[in-house]
């Protein structure tokens, strides 16, 4: 927990993204600065490309270094991506209480790769919205557990690969203080 420049409490999760306008969020801003925040997304060459309250989306580039001995995307390269984006999906989600986002850490993973990717790969992910509206009701520190869900899609908007994420949450928000 940290302050903000405005005295407001601040989770350590939030706290990588500032101060956050929760009356009107700037998705653009939270998009920029979730760009910055997974060194191993960038040495893959994700980019995250929308973040909204419904969805994120993030983008693996048509590069060499992203393929396998078989020219088709790395699995490795496709799971970053929907972890980036399941991430990205939950700040969106959150964004109008981010503030009390302590940690956001995955539980667990499940893949299931559907057909070859080639070419650039999107990954858009949800997270669930019953479980969110709690996450966001939190009226007292507590643990939440969180669904998200990562569809990965080639160019032509075949689905290659489908994810699913068990997130543990953490939110402070013991002083009362919003």
Same mark, same amino acid.
């Given at each position: 927990?940290?302050?903000?420049?405005?005295? #407001?409490?601040?989770?350590?999760?939030? %706290?990588?993204?500032?101060?956050?306008?929760?009356?009107?969020?700037?998705?653009? #801003?939270? #998009?920029?600065?979730?760009?910055?925040?997974? !060194?191993?997304?960038?040495?893959?060459?994700?980019?995250?490309?929308?973040?909204? !309250?419904?969805?994120?989306?993030?983008?693996? !580039?048509?590069?060499?270094?992203?393929?396998?001995?078989?020219?088709?995307?790395?699995a490795g390269a496709l799971f970053t991506a929907a972890d980036i984006a399941g991430a990205a999906a939950f700040v969106g989600?959150?964004?109008?209480?981010?503030?009390?986002?302590?940690?956001?850490?995955?539980?667990? %993973?499940?893949?299931?790769?559907r057909k070859p990717a080639s070419g650039r790969i999107r990954a858009i992910a949800t997270v669930d919205e019953r479980e969110? #509206?709690?996450?966001? %009701?939190?009226?007292?520190?507590?643990?939440?557990?969180?669904?998200?869900?990562?569809?990965?899609?080639?160019?032509?908007?075949?689905?290659?690969?489908?994810?699913?994420?068990?997130?543990?949450?953490?939110?402070?928000?013991?002083?009362?203080?919003?």
């Amino acid at each position: 927990m940290s302050l903000s420049t405005t005295g #407001r409490r601040v989770g350590l999760f939030a %706290a990588a993204f500032g101060n956050i306008n929760g009356d009107a969020p700037d998705y653009e #801003r939270l #998009r920029s600065v979730s760009n910055s925040l997974v !060194p191993f997304g960038k040495h893959v060459g994700t980019t995250v490309t929308e973040i909204g !309250p419904d969805r994120a989306v993030v983008d693996i !580039p048509r590069e060499p270094h992203v393929v396998n001995h078989m020219n088709t995307v790395h699995a490795g390269a496709l799971f970053t991506a929907a972890d980036i984006a399941g991430a990205a999906a939950f700040v969106g989600a959150a964004a109008t209480r981010l503030h009390i986002v302590e940690s956001l850490v995955v539980r667990s %993973a499940n893949s299931t790769y559907r057909k070859p990717a080639s070419g650039r790969i999107r990954a858009i992910a949800t997270v669930d919205e019953r479980e969110m #509206r709690a996450i966001l %009701a939190a009226e007292s520190d507590a643990r939440f557990e969180l669904t998200g869900k990562a569809m990965m899609v080639n160019d032509d908007d075949v689905t290659v690969a489908k994810f699913t994420f068990d997130y543990v949450c953490d939110v402070v928000v013991n002083d009362g203080k919003e």
